[in-house]
Nanobody, 123 residues
Framework: QVQLVESGGGLVQPGGSLRLSCAASGNIFSINAMGWYRQAPGNQRELVAVITGGGSTTYADSVKGRFAISRDNAKNTVYLQMNGLKPEDTAVYYC?????????????????WGQGTQVTVSS
């Protein structure tokens, strides 16, 4: 079992910055990818940014140039630095992890979600 614990959400004015963190714990053998998704009221959950085990990154067009995803492999933690925040960035942000796990000598792949953290951009 893997737990993803998110932190860093809150209320910020337009143009401001926030940094989200997501720490993974559990019987993790390796990380295939970790990323951030968001869901605004009435909308579907959408990809914000993802970073693979090899360090490749992908961003939604709407956040390119404003958001940056990074990771600390030693801590199994991924970060999302959000700059130039806009009201349309308001949503619940969810951490997602795609992991290789090992249990009783058997390797398998599994995906987990965090509980979500609210980001509100408003004056």
């Amino acid at each position: 079992q893997v737990q993803l614990v998110e932190s860093g959400g809150g209320l910020v004015q337009p143009g401001g910055s926030l940094r989200l963190s997501c720490a993974a714990s559990g019987n993790i053998f390796s990380i295939n990818a970790m990323g951030w998704y968001r869901q605004a009221p009435g909308n579907q959950r959408e990809l914000v940014a993802v970073i693979t085990g090899g360090g490749s990154t992908t961003y939604a067009d709407s956040v390119k140039g404003r958001f940056a995803i990074s990771r600390d492999n030693a801590k199994n933690t991924v970060y999302l630095q959000m700059n130039g925040l806009k009201p349309e960035d308001t949503a619940v942000y969810y951490c997602n992890g795609d992991f290789q796990l090992r249990r009783l000598g058997i390797m398998f792949r599994s995906t987990y979600w965090g509980q979500g953290t609210q980001v509100t951009v408003s004056s």
